[in-house]
T-cell receptor
Framework: KAGVTQTPRYLIKTRGQQVTLSCSPI?????VSWYQQTPGQGLQFLFE???????NKGNFPGRFSGRQFSNSRSEMNVSTLELGDSALYLC???????????????FGPGTRLTVL | KQEVTQIPAALSVPEGENLVLNCSFT??????LQWFRQDPGKGLTSLLLIQSSQREQTSGRLNASLDKSSGRSTLYIAASQPGDSATYLC????????????FGTGTQLKVEL
């Protein structure tokens, strides 16, 4: 079974531009979560989508948005890029079993975004 | 608000040594806890998930324990190898349900020949 895939793997943008990152979850997984990882802040939760609905949201400005499609694939968008948005963006998927106890989250390889 | 702490921040051991990594969390109303491994510049690899009803979970040379009452989890690595060198992260679900995970800052492990 294929793992979580993220595209593109590397991206270089300039301040003020916008960017869209894509995540394809493991087949059959319905939940997709996004995280930002930086050396200073570590791993921080951005948002989670389940059945095309945002189920959880972290403390990020409105410039960060996302969506999920009917096939569970997800995209996140960052508008008006700032230097501080340079980070590794990780996507995770999980099956979502009733109760959540068994929900192992599987992460993709990430997209390395550099903002110049 | 869930907070997760990991100690030590870094650890260097000789090959073959058994070692313990520690993780503590503030909100004990969790339904599971996960341990991950991250190699430099890579994504996270899931190592073990411990459900709240379990006290231990084992996979090969790895054993993770969970004590909700004390807000602690440990990851035990037996007979460490150079290939175990990586950053180990624990993550606990945040209050409010869903799959929002709060991560510790990790333990950077180096296993030397």
């Amino acid at each position: 079974k294929a793992g979580v895939t993220q595209t593109p793997r590397y991206l270089i943008k300039t301040r003020g531009q916008q960017v869209t990152l894509s995540c394809s979850p493991i087949s059959g997984h319905r939940s997709v979560s996004w995280y930002q990882q930086t050396p200073g802040q570590g791993l921080q939760f951005l948002f989670e989508y389940f059945s095309e609905t945002q189920r959880n949201k972290g403390n990020f400005p409105g410039r960060f948005s996302g969506r999920q499609f009917s096939n569970s694939r997800s995209e996140m968008n960052v508008s008006t890029l700032e230097l501080g948005d340079s980070a590794l963006y990780l996507c995770a998927s999980s099956l979502v079993v009733s109760g959540g106890e068994e929900d192992t989250q599987y992460f993709g390889p990430g997209t390395r975004l550099t903002v110049l | 608000k869930q907070e997760v702490t990991q100690i030590p921040a870094a650890l260097s051991v000789p090959e073959g040594e058994n070692l313990v990594l520690n993780c503590s969390f503030t909100d004990s109303a969790i339904y599971n806890l996960q341990w991950f491994r991250q190699d430099p510049g890579k994504g996270l690899t899931s190592l073990l998930l411990i459900q709240s009803s379990q006290r231990e979970q084992t996979s090969g040379r790895l054993n993770a324990s969970l004590d909700k009452s004390s807000g602690r989890s440990t990851l035990y690595i037996a007979a460490s190898q150079p290939g175990d060198s990586a950053t180990y992260l624990c993550a606990a679900p945040s209050t409010g349900g869903g799959n929002k995970l709060t991560f510790g800052t990790g333990t950077q492990l180096k296993v030397e020949l």
